[in-house]
Every structure is written in structure tokens, then in C-alpha cells.
């Protein structure tokens, strides 16, 4: 089928690239010039697992990037809104969808056009955007589904591919039918609703799963002080079918730019209808805790910060990603340099994006040298690589053996038996 995909960022650029290579014929339309020059020559603006080499085999092929809306809409028969919201201090903003939906508007072609917006949203704004459409041109055949995003950063590709559930917001029929045969190669049970329940399930999804993560934080707090390990609490927890066993890896918290913004978000909407939404009040609160009580750990264990040097290891919100946005790795660094401590940093992929923001922190091209004469290894992000690191070699480089564990990867007893201190988030 020939679709666009409007938005060249995550979801847009690992949509396009895994949808061309199932060998539909696709425009990746962004109104950056410059990324979609960069993309042209094959430079991809993220790192994603398994993305560089779909796009790169099927660019100027069945993947053409371009910056106009006429050569990337009017021919397509199905056009996804893959575009960023915005979160101005604490309110949800659309507009960039709503941009994007009068610019397809002005340019659809004479036949029928399947529209379906990506971004996250929340109810009424279908509604709003059909209606902008409309206005800005009466006459075209097209029809708005909504089909609420669930893949994840680190996994865009794979998530794609695989998805767990499809859901469709929206009830016109013909439209419902060309997206099915759309995602026929990514089969997945297919869920049919109106658009406001599929606006919902979408902030109902990110929320849980952030509630989740802040339930097992809070618990990792108590098993510390009963002698517990968190750990095997979450393992035992997630071994009832009801519960599940992801989204129980205590430590730092979440961070990134869905979750945080989608709890923004769902709280803005709750005043809207002049209530709270409670529960999730906690869980940003719970979030937000983790980052102080990490910091607390190892100012207790270095006897305070000031001149102490630390390393830490992982910059990126997450493993698999060079996403920084809201990484908790810029708070925790924030804070240990305003209470005097000196800071070096390692992350395996973010590099350039990093030394733009950061400034007052050593970059070091590997652990080790960021290590060196440091008093605490400080792991923020969990990439895969720091499970195999040599601490036999880093007892060397050290000035202090303490090792402050912020998603509990390492083997307390290993490292203790080293000659390490180790301090983790809710394992003794
Ligand atoms: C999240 C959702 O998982 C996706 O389903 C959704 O499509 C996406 O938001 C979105 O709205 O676009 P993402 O933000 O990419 O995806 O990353 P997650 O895998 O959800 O991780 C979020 C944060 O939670 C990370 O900082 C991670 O370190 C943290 N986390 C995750 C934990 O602290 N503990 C866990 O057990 C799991």
C-alpha cells in the first residue's frame, strides 16, 4: 500500500523503515529540512536497535524521506500523524498535531485518504482534529482513526513488528478495514472502539505502567529496612499471571518523554473535570523520591559529597536508546554537582547530544577511565555492558571500593567479597 508516515522522530522514522521493508511503498514526511536532508543521505537523527539497516535497504526505494506535504499525501491512501506533543510548565499542548492534521487536510488527494493519528492525545482531540480537517477542506474524502502508539524506545523496531494488541479508535468502516489490511503483516488482536476510549487506553496504559514501577520502588524501601531483597520480592510477585513479572525492576525510577508527560498529562485532565487523579499523584511523587534517596546512599556512605568524585555509568533514559529526554541520569548528576561533588560520565551510545547539555562533567570514552581515582560508581542506566564489567580491575582504578547500584544489575555478595561497599535500592 502506498502510506506516509508524518513525524520522522521515533515512532514516525521506525514505522516507516519496518513498514517499507514489508514492502509497502512509503513517504517519511518531516518539516525539518535539514533531518530530512540527513535522512536522504542515510544518517539516522536516534539510535534504535535494528533500525539503521531497514531504512538504509529500502531508502530511495520503497522509503522516500521528503519535506513536502503535496509529494508525501496526495497519493497515499492511509497518512499516520506520528508528530511530538508538548508539555508547557505542566500543560499538555496539541498543537503540533493540530498543525499537522490542517497541513494533510490541504493535501489529500481526490480519493479516499485514511488519516490516523499516532501521537499521544487525549479525549475530544480526535474529535477536534476531524473537525479542523473538515474546515480546512470540505470537499476531500478522508476519514480519522486514531491508533494509540505502545511501542517503546530501545525496542521501536521489534515492537513494530510484533505489536501486542492493535487498537483502533474510531468507527467508519471502510477506514477501520483499510487500516486492518494495513497491519495484516503485524498481526495482533485488533480492538475496535470509539475514539474517546481509545484516547484513554492509551494514558491508561503509560499510567499503570508507571504505577507499577512506583509500587515496587515503595516496597523496595521497606524491604531494606525488614532485610529484604526487592528483587526476589518482584520475582515472586510476578509469577501470578494477574500481576505479570515486567515493569518490577525497582531502582531509579522512569524517566523519558512518555511516561513522565502522560502523568502530566492524565492529572491536567482530571482538573479539567475538577477532580484529582490520586493515585498517580503518588506515583510521581514515589518517582521523584528515588533520585533523592540514591543520593542520600551514597552521601552516607562517602560521609557527604563535597570533592568526592563520582562516576556514573549510563546516561540515557533508558538502556537501548540515546533518548536524554527527562534521563534521570541529568538529575542525578544535577544534584550531586550542587552539593560539591566532581562528576565523570560513560554511556556506550550518548555522546554529542550529552556534551551539549552537560557542562562541568568529564566525558570519558570508557568505564574504566571514567573511574579512575573516582570514590563511587554511580550506575544510572542499565546497558548491557555494565553487567560484564571487570571489577577486579576497577578495585584498582578506585580511590573508594563503593559501588551505588541505582537498578540493581550487580551481585551484592560478589562485589562485598571483592572488597567492595555496595549499596543498591532495596537489596542488602
Ligand atoms: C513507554 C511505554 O512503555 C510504551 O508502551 C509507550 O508506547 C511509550 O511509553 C510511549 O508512550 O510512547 P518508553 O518511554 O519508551 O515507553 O520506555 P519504557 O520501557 O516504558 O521505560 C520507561 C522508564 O521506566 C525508563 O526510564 C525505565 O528505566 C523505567 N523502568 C521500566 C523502571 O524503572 N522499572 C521497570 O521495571 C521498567
Redesign the pocket.
Same mark, same amino acid.
Do not use: H, P, Y
Given at each position: 500500500m502506498q502510506a506516509a508516515f508524518v513525524g520522522a522522530g521515533h515512532v514516525g522514522l521506525s514505522s516507516a523503515a519496518v513498514f517499507a521493508d514489508l514492502g509497502n511503498e512509503v513517504f517519511l514526511l518531516d518539516i525539518d529540512k535539514e533531518k530530512i536532508a540527513a535522512l536522504k543521505r542515510g544518517k539516522l537523527p536516534i539510535f534504535e536497535p535494528g533500525l539503521e539497516d531497514r531504512f538504509k535497504k529500502n531508502l530511495g526505494k520503497t522509503l522516500l524521506p521528503t519535506a513536502d506535504y503535496a509529494e508525501a499525501i496526495s497519493f497515499s491512501e492511509i497518512v499516520f500523524i506520528c508528530v511530538n506533543t508538548l508539555s508547557k510548565g505542566g500543560k499538555i499542548d496539541f498543537s503540533p498535531v493540530f498543525a499537522c492534521a490542517q497541513a494533510v487536510a490541504q493535501n489529500l488527494g481526490g480519493h479516499l485518504t485514511v488519516v490516523v493519528v499516532r501521537s499521544?492525545v487525549w479525549p475530544g482531540t480526535l474529535e477536534e482534529i476531524e473537525k479542523i480537517m473538515r474546515k480546512e477542506n470540505p470537499q476531500a474524502s478522508f476519514a480519522v482513526l486514531f491508533c494509540p502508539?505502545?511501542?517503546?524506545?530501545?525496542s521501536a523496531v521489534e515492537d513494530t513488528l510484533h505489536p501486542n494488541r492493535i487498537v483502533i479508535g474510531g468507527r467508519d468502516k471502510k477506514a477501520v478495514a483499510i487500516s486492518r489490511k494495513f497491519f495484516a503483516k503485524t498481526p495482533a488482536p485488533f480492538l475496535v472502539t470509539d475514539f474517546a476510549s481509545a484516547e484513554l487506553i492509551k494514558y491508561a496504559?503509560?499510567s499503570f @505502567?508507571a504505577t507499577k514501577?512506583s509500587f515496587i520502588n515503595e516496597f523496595s524501601r521497606i524491604a531494606e529496612k525488614v532485610g529484604a531483597d526487592i528483587k526476589d520480592v518482584a520475582r515472586g510477585l510476578g509469577l501470578d499471571p494477574r500481576i505479570g513479572k515486567s515493569? @518490577?525492576?525497582a531502582? @531509579?525510577?522512569?524517566?523519558?518523554?512518555? @511516561?513522565p508527560k502522560?502523568l502530566e498529562a492524565i492529572g491536567d485532565l482530571a482538573r479539567t473535570y475538577g477532580g484529582s487523579f490520586e493515585i498517580l499523584v503518588a506515583v510521581r511523587r514515589v518517582n521523584h523520591r528515588q533520585h533523592q534517596i540514591f543520593i542520600e546512599k551514597i552521601k552516607k556512605a562517602l560521609g557527604g559529597l563535597k570533592g568526592k568524585k563520582i562516576a556514573v555509568l549510563g546516561l540515557s533514559?533508558?538502556p537501548g536508546t540515546d533518548d536524554l529526554r527527562k534521563a534521570?541520569a541529568l538529575e542525578i548528576i544535577a544534584r550531586l554537582r550542587k552539593e560539591g561533588a566532581k562528576v565523570s560520565v560513560y554511556d556506550p551510545v550518548v555522546v554529542g547530544k550529552a556534551k551539549k547539555i552537560l557542562k562541568g562533567v568529564r566525558f570519558a570514552s570508557d568505564p574504566y577511565a571514567a573511574l579512575k581515582g573516582s570514590d563511587c560508581l554511580a550506575l544510572v542506566t542499565e546497558w548491557e555492558e555494565f553487567a560484564k564489567l571487570d571489577f577486579k580491575k576497577i578495585k584498582t582504578l578506585m580511590r573508594t571500593p563503593l559501588v551505588a547500584d541505582g537498578r540493581n544489575i550487580f551481585d551484592p555478595p560478589k562485589l562485598k567479597r571483592r572488597g567492595f561497599t555496595y549499596v543498591g535500592m532495596g537489596c542488602v
Open positions: 499521544t502508539e505502545f511501542l517503546r524506545e530501545g496504559a503509560n @505502567l514501577i515493569f @518490577l525492576q531502582g @531509579l525510577g522512569f524517566g523519558g518523554s512518555c @511516561l502522560d533514559f533508558k534521570v
